[in-house]
């Protein structure tokens, strides 16, 4: 089945502990891309990557990283997570920049 | 304010009437795309608009783009409470460089409630 996979599904954790959601996809897709969602703002672009080893910001990168070193993953790092990054993160992939994303099922994060 | 905005914040209507939600953006876009998203899930892909067209139809779904008002339209016609979800637009623009079309900006999107 096609699928782009998030883990972990919900995390709490603390201010200042580094952290890694997971997003893996199955389709080849050389388009993959990180959104957080907060009430009332919609959905904002942290990070996109139109391939392998290319990575451009979107609206709100600030405090995070991003790699892209395989086709099929893109983590989302927060190297010292703050309580304003609490939200529910989305990662999305498409076969390309133009095409219609495919989306995960969300990661929840609280950090505290 | 955000490239995409979304009007209303919220629709309630019954079932079998039709939906309209408009969206209306800022700057010049390579597309528009509209999702659905259910309560707390993932948001999935409904119809995508190329900046030289002007409308699509999908099934009960029709999108029309007006590139000089900058804004978009998405109607639901015979609505069923099955539609109940958030609806969003997202436009699709260059990066800061214009080498590549990857920055997809949503909407802060439409509630809809369908009674049945």
């Known amino acids: 089945e096609a699928q782009v996979t998030q883990n972990p599904r919900y995390l709490i954790t603390v201010t200042g502990k580094k952290l890694t959601v997971t997003c893996s996809q199955n389709?080849?897709?050389?388009?993959m891309s990180w959104y957080r969602q907060d009430p009332g703002l919609g959905l904002r672009q942290i990070y996109y990557?139109?391939?392998?080893?290319?990575?451009d910001k979107g609206d709100v990168p600030e405090g995070y990283k991003v790699s892209r070193k395989e086709k099929r993953n893109f983590p989302l790092i927060l190297e010292s997570p703050s309580p304003n990054q609490t939200s529910l993160y989305f990662c999305?992939?498409?076969?390309?920049?133009?095409?219609?994303?495919?989306f995960g099922d969300g990661t929840r994060l609280s950090i505290l | 304010s955000q490239q995409g905005e979304e009007d209303p914040q919220a629709l309630s209507i019954q079932e079998g009437e039709n939906a309209t939600m408009n969206c209306s953006y800022k700057?010049?876009?390579?597309?528009l795309q509209w999702y659905r998203q259910n309560s707390g899930r993932g948001l999935v892909h409904l119809i995508l608009?190329?900046?030289?067209?002007r409308e699509k139809h999908s099934g009960r779904l029709r999108v029309t783009l007006d590139t000089s008002k900058k804004s978009s339209s998405l109607l639901i016609t015979a609505s069923r409470a099955a539609d109940t979800a958030s609806y969003f637009c997202?436009?699709?623009?260059?990066?800061?460089?214009?080498?590549?079309?990857?920055?997809?900006?949503f909407g802060q999107g439409t509630i809809l409630t369908v009674h049945p």
């Open positions: 999305a992939s498409s076969p390309g920049g133009r095409e219609p994303q495919h």
């Open positions: 389709m080849n897709h050389e388009y």
């Open positions: 990557s139109m391939n392998v080893e290319v990575t």
């Open positions: 700057t010049s876009i390579n597309n």
């Open positions: 608009i190329r900046s030289n067209e």
């Open positions: 997202a436009t699709l623009m260059p990066n800061a460089g214009g080498t590549s079309y990857g920055k997809l900006t």
